[in-house]
Each structure stands twice: as C-alpha cells, then as structure tokens.
C-alpha cells in the first residue's frame, strides 16, 4: 500500500493530477494507508476542485453541508455542487 501511496502522491503533487488529487484526499478523510487527517483531506480536495474534478467539488459541497471539518455553509454547498 505504501508504494501504490507513493505512486499516487506523486502523481498529485508534482504532476498535480486533480484525479490523483482526489484519491490521496479519500484516503486521507477515511484513513486508508494512512493516519486519518480531515484537514489533509481537504487540502487535496481542494487542490481538485480547483481543477473542476467533479468527486472533489462533490465532496467539498458534502463537507460543507454536514460540517465535516468545516463549518456547515449551504451556499458553499450549493456552489461546490
């Protein structure tokens, strides 16, 4: 799992891959392979999102609409969906 991690690390961050981006963002906010770590999450999440990758914007409007690591916000909900 570790060298897979790494493959797709890179791939997100020197390539920054918005695909590869929202994989180490999910493994993050869910703790596969890694420490959990929500705020990581969101930084890759947003790193997609910005690239328009549409899982990372849905995750980011599910994020705000819950108050997962965010502050519960509908009108970012709404601009992220």
């Known amino acids: ?29 869910m703790g596969i392979g890694v420490e959990q770590n929500i705020a990581k999450s969101i930084e890759f999440f947003t790193l997609a999102a910005n690239q328009n ?6 995750e980011l409007g599910n994020m705000h609409r819950w108050g997962v690591g965010l502050n519960k916000d509908y009108a970012k909900t709404v601009e992220y969906y």
């Open 53 to 58: 990758e549409p899982r990372a914007l849905c």
């Open 1 to 29: 799992m570790a060298d897979a991690f790494g493959k797709i690390f890179e791939k997100a961050t020197k390539e920054k891959d918005p695909i590869s981006q929202t994989i180490i963002a999910n493994m993050y906010y």
